[in-house]
């Protein structure tokens, strides 16, 4: 599965690991402005309790285009939902990281690819939808040994698809989920805070206020 150590990859890997899956994490080191997710990934995969942990470094800003790869500022204060898609995407990076997965998968002999996409409480991403998810199987199914020569039927699963941040924050608080270890913000203060402006800072706090619990992140004061 794929782990960046946010709120939602964090959520997926409790649910696989409840429902008695052997959890193989894989996390990119693509260049991210937001490094400290990173070291939120490492911990969470450790304390949940992942059978291995994967870091590999891609290094994206040589494409940029993306607020989170290039020299260009992260959008504050505004509506993650605005039908508008933010500079914030990062071009094709769910299809560069599932690629990886899916290569991961062969050699460890799985055929469930786990991916904390949302298309509820997201910022409009392309590769966060539900016609993105499935041609990706169909490209599996051809693109591996398993698939063309051995009929493994690899699945995408995106467990987090249809619920809103709330509904995810109160399903992985009943597994157990801590989400102190998690990492959302795409732009930190100098202090190593969260900015609590950016689209995921924003996401994230509304949701913790929807689900009626504190948000054990630590913002600069207001």
Not at 215 to 221: A, F, G, Q
Request: net charge negative.
């Amino acid at each position: 599965m794929l782990l960046s150590g946010g709120l939602d990859s964090t959520t997926v890997l409790a649910i696989a690991l409840a429902e008695g899956l052997e959890c193989h994490c894989l996390t990119v080191d693509y260049g991210q402005r937001h490094r400290v997710e990173l070291e939120a990934a490492r911990r969470v995969a450790d304390i949940l309790g992942a059978a291995s942990h994967r870091v590999i470094t891609l290094d994206l800003r040589a494409i940029g285009g993306s607020a989170l790869t290039d020299d260009i500022d992260v959008p504050k204060d505004q509506d993650p939902e605005s039908g508008e898609i933010p500079i914030t995407y990062v071009p094709a990076r769910n299809t560069v990281m599932l690629s990886l997965l899916l290569g991961l998968a062969e050699v460890v002999e799985a055929d469930q690819l786990f991916i904390g996409a949302n298309a509820v409480d997201y910022s409009g991403y392309p590769d966060c939808r539900p016609a993105f998810l499935e041609a990706f199987e169909e490209l599996a199914a051809v693109a591996t040994v398993a698939g063309a020569e051995h009929g493994v039927q690899f699945r995408v699963r995106a467990p987090l698809l249809d619920l809103t941040k709330a509904e995810i924050i109160r399903q992985g608080l009943e597994l157990g989920v801590d989400y102190g270890l998690t990492w959302s913000c795409y732009d930190p203060t100098p202090e190593g805070l969260a900015c609590g402006h950016c689209d995921s800072c924003i996401l994230r706090k509304r949701g913790f206020e929807e689900a009626g619990v504190e948000d054990p992140t630590n913002y600069p004061p207001q």
